[in-house]
């Protein structure tokens, strides 16, 4: 049965987007173990990628270049996880939550 009751326009639904704040702690744990695994990971690609560029032969496959742009995509996924993990850190500081 519908409410017809005039407090029907105060009421608020809670946007689809929003987290209570228990969920909020949640994603910023979550971000933060996500940037601590993939930043050595994404870093540690880019230098592999990078190295076999660097090593590989003019007419083999894969292409020198294509090499390097592989190395350069996991380079700044790796700086960007950085960012990631210090934008959580600050946030961590400001709220001054330890875990």
Known sequence: MRDYSPDQGKRRRPEAGTLPPEGRRRAYRLRRILATVHMPLFLALAVLFGVWAWRSQEGTAP????????????????LLALVDSAVVRSHRHRRGTRR
């Open 63 to 78: 292409d020198a270049w294509a090499l390097g742009a592989v190395s350069l995509l996991f380079a700044v996924l790796a």
